[in-house]
C-alpha cells in the first residue's frame, strides 16, 4: 500500500542524512573550517528510531550519543531483535575507502570524529569514523535549539506517527497486537504530556557535505546482463562501453552509467567498484545537500500525484515530521520522552 513507500521515502532520507550521499559532481569547492570544539551542548545527546510494523519487539530504538575528546560514540538501546547496531556504512571518497568500526566500547560504536562545533552549539562538523584515518570528508549539519519547557510531547517527537495514529487510528501500523497497542499508548501519551522545564532539543536544518562519495551496499555482488553473469568491474565497464564514467579513489577504481547519472527522473546512481579484487555495489544521492524547505519541496512534489486519502495522511504527515520532529534532545527531555515508553511498555 502507499503507506510504505512514504515510510520508504522517510528511511531513505534519514540514511541520507545519517550516512551522506555522493554527488554527480566531482569537484567541490568548501571554505576551509578550523577544528575547535567550542561549544558542549552536543556532548551528550539522545536520538530515537520510531516504528510500528517493521519492529517485531518494540517501537522504538534509543541512540544515545557521547562525545570524548573529537570521538562521538553511538550506544544502541531496545533494538529490535532483528536490527543491528548503526555503525555506520563502507564508504568510498576521494581519499579512499571509509570502514567502519565494528568493535564495541564502554561508551558505544565510534560513529564520527567531531571536527568542530561552533560557539552558540548550532553548527556542528563531523566526519565518520573509519579505521584508515580519513578526514576528508566533512558533514556540516546547522541547526537551531529549541525550548521544550510546556510544549507538548507529541509536537516535536513522533510527530509522523502521531499524526497517522489521529487520523487513521486503524492503520495496519498500528495493529500488530500488543506491539501496536502499546504504541498507540505511547503516541496518546505524548499528546497528554509536556516538556518540563530545563528540556531543549536540537533539529537540524540544513545538511551538506564537503566531497561527493559512494555508499557501499554489497562488499561483494554481481551484475546480470541478458546474456552473461558479470562478477568483476573491468566486465561492468565493458557492458557499458561508452556509456562508462570511470574513476578510481585512493586505490579503488569505480564506474558508473553516464546515462543514469544524467537522467533527472532517478534520485540515486548505482556504482560498481573493485573493492578487495571483487565486485562490490553501492550508490550516489545526486542531491546530498538538504535542507528543511528542499525536502518539504519533495514531498509536497510526490503528494501531487496522489488523490487518495491514505496518500494525502501519509504525505502530509510526512511533511509535518520534515517541519518539526527533533534531531537530538537533552537529558531532561530524554527523560520525559523515556518514562512514557515504560509506562507504554508495562501495560
Not at 531483535?81 to 563502507?90: T, V, Y
Not at 487513521?168 to 506491539?179: A, M
Not at 561483494?220 to 568483476?232: G, Q
Request: hydrophobic letters at 30%.
Amino acid at each position: 500500500m502507499k503507506l510504505n513507500r512514504v515510510t520508504s521515502l522517510i528511511i531513505f532520507s534519514s540514511l541520507l542524512v545519517g550516512c551522506g550521499g555522493g554527488s554527480n559532481s566531482e569537484t567541490t569547492s568548501t571554505k576551509k573550517e578550523k577544528d575547535e570544539i567550542l561549544n558542549n551542548s552536543l556532548d551528550n545527546t539522545i536520538s530515537y528510531k520510531w516504528g510500528s510494523i517493521q519492529f517485531n519487539t518494540t517501537f522504538v530504538e534509543i541512540v544515545r550519543n557521547t562525545r570524548n575528546a573529537d570521538i562521538l560514540y553511538a550506544d544502541y538501546q531496545l533494538l529490535d531483535s532483528e536490527s543491528q547496531p548503526d555503525i555506520g556504512r563502507l564508504m568510498l571518497s576521494y581519499d579512499g575507502l571509509y570502514t567502519p568500526d565494528e568493535t564495541k566500547y564502554p561508551l558505544g560504536y565510534r560513529r564520527f570524529n567531531i571536527r568542530s562545533i561552533s560557539l552558540d552549539g548550532t553548527t556542528l562538523r563531523k566526519t565518520p569514523y573509519n579505521k584508515e584515518g580519513h578526514k576528508n570528508l566533512v558533514i556540516e549539519e546547522k541547526g537551531r535549539w529549541i525550548d521544550l519547557h510546556n510544549v507538548r510531547v507529541s509536537d516535536r517527537t513522533a510527530v509522523y506517527w502521531n499524526f497517522l495514529a489521529q487520523k487513521i487510528p486503524t492503520s495496519v501500523f498500528f495493529s500488530k497486537d500488543i506491539l501496536g497497542t502499546q504504541f498507540k499508548n505511547f503516541l496518546e501519551l505524548t499528546r497528554e504530556t509536556t516538556f518540563p522545564s530545563g528540556a531543549k532539543c536540537y533539529k537540524v536544518e540544513k545538511t551538506t557535505y564537503s566531497t561527493p562519495f559512494y555508499v557501499v551496499t554489497a562488499p561483494e555482488t554481481t551484475f546480470y546482463t541478458e546474456s552473461k553473469l558479470i562478477n568483476n568491474l573491468n566486465d561492468y565497464i565493458s557492458t557499458l562501453g561508452g556509456d562508462a564514467k570511470t574513476g578510481k579513489w585512493g586505490n579503488t577504481q569505480w564506474a558508473y552509467s553516464k546515462k543514469i547519472a544524467n537522467d533527472p527522473t532517478y534520485y540515486a546512481v548505482s556504482i560498481y567498484m573493485n573493492i578487495n579484487n571483487k565486485l562490490a555495489g553501492g550508490y550516489l544521492s545526486k542531491n546530498p545537500n538538504t535542507t528543511t524547505e528542499s525536502l518539504v519541496k519533495e514531498y509536497e512534489k510526490s503528494l501531487e500525484g496522489y488523490n487518495g486519502y491514505v496518500d494525502t495522511i501519509s504525505y502530509t504527515g510526512a511533511i509535518e515530521e520534515i517541519k518539526n520532529e527533533c534531531t537530538y534532545y537533552n537529558s531532561i527531555a530524554a527523560q520525559k520522552i523515556e518514562s512514557l515508553i515504560d509506562i507504554s511498555l508495562k501495560n
